[in-house]
């Protein structure tokens, strides 16, 4: 039996539906009712099989056009976005129409821009197809293309109607692609959900070998604990924060490595062990709890050694971060397992010495 939770505000939340083989018409219909025409976006990379299924039932509604982009971060463009939103206005597309985004963040994120300005905002589905994309930026409304100046910089926080996560899609990603996902789960696991961290460290096998009762669970509660963040804190004022747990540092790597031979995740997992040494170092949790961290991250085999990149490197991308203020830097920490804080208050050499 899928799942079903609610995410955005409490006034007008959106439905997402997690489990196997969930993209069908009961599920899908009744998301499109009242669209006459829908643009289905999706990259060169999303497998062709599940674009047809979607399309099929589409069509028994609505009339469907799409618009494929070349796979990878680059798409993520203003020219992109421009080519999308005149398709739109060349197909006469209104107000009452809408879009489906199939793919994974990429796709989903220059989906829901066009989305949220086209005529001022027109309703937008997202199927996501990466597990990235199923736990992370499917939810929470975020949408957003790159510039030349940076990563993200355009964007609007804009709501999709509703989600559909089909786990059956995750069987064709790359081993790459699922690991780049799980950080982020790894991630909800440590800054607030103990079931998941448990779930997490029981079940590795499983989880790598996308077993569907463990995975449609994992991925449950992973939005279930960024749906009930992103709830408090919809702007990113507060509390929001503490999903950028890893990420300080991640982005680091990112950057000084120039997005090519990294990926977010893989960063990201990287910079997770290095905000847990802090918390060692500021005796915030204790070496078991540490321990039990690095633990979880070697057994899904991340590569966690921070031998290629020097501190002096880095700390010009760390003090470039959204989370400086009033001069000082604000790192997420850890108070215990499942328990992450926003701190400004740990010492500059701690953090040195965590990344050497
Ligand atoms: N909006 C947010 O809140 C938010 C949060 C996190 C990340 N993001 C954004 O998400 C993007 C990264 O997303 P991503 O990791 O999904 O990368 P991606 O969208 O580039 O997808 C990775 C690759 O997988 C392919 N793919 C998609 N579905 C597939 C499937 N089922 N089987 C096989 N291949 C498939 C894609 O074609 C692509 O080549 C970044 O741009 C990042 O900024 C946004």
């Known amino acids: 039996m899928a799942k079903e939770l609610y995410a955005g505000p409490r006034k007008d939340p959106y439905k997402i539906i997690i489990g196997a083989n969930t993209v069908t018409k009961k599920n899908l219909l009744p998301l499109l009712k009242d ?4 643009l289905l976006i ?14 099929a039932i589409c069509k ?24 999308i939103i005149n398709f739109l206005a060349k197909k006469n597309f209104d107000r009452g129409d809408a879009i489906i985004a199939v793919g994974g ?57 509703g989600v559909i ?11 790459r692609e699922l690991m780049a996902g799980l950080a982020e789960v790894i991630k909800y696991g440590l800054i607030k959900n103990k079931v998941l961290f448990d779930l ?8 790598m070998n996308l077993n569907n009762g463990v995975i449609e669970k994992m991925i449950y509660e992973s939005i279930s604990t960024k749906a009930s963040i992103v709830t408090k804190d919809e702007k990113e004022k507060g509390i929001r924060a503490i999903l950028n747990f890893g990420h300080t540092v991640g982005h680091a ?3 000084q490595s120039k997005y090519r031979k990294i990926l977010h995740g893989e960063a990201v997992a990287k910079g997770m062990l290095v905000a847990s040494k802090i918390s060692l170092s500021e005796n915030m949790i204790t070496d078991t709890e540490f321990n039990k961290i690095r633990d979880l991250l070697r057994s899904y085999k991340f590569d966690l050694s921070l031998e290629h990149y020097k ?42 010495k965590s990344i050497g």
């Open 60 to 83: 028994l509604k609505s009339k469907i056009l799409s618009f494929t982009i070349e796979k990878g971060e680059k798409s993520k463009s203003i020219s992109n976005f421009n080519k």
């Open 105 to 161: 963040g990429v796709v989903g994120d220059i989906s829901g821009y066009v989305a949220s300005s086209y005529m001022r905002g027109i309703q937008y589905i997202q199927i996501p197809t990466t597990l990235l994309a199923q736990v992370d930026s499917s939810v929470g409304g975020k949408t957003a293309i790159n510039i030349s100046a940076g990563k993200n910089l355009v964007g609007a926080f804009y709501n999709p109607k």
């Open 253 to 255: 790597i990112e950057a």
């Open 35 to 38: 669209h006459k025409k829908l």
């Open 42 to 55: 999706s990259d060169s990379g999303v497998p062709k099989s599940i674009i047809k299924n979607i399309t």
């Open 165 to 175: 996560i089909d786990i059956t899609s995750l069987k064709t990603l790359t081993k």
């Open 200 to 207: 997490l460290q029981q079940n590795t096998q499983k989880i």
């Open 311 to 352: 501190y002096s490197d880095l700390k010009p991308f760390i003090f470039r971060d959204k989370k400086i203020q009033k001069g000082k830097l604000n790192l997420i920490l850890l108070t215990g397992i499942s328990n992450a804080v926003i701190s400004n208050k740990f010492d500059p050499n701690n953090l040195k």
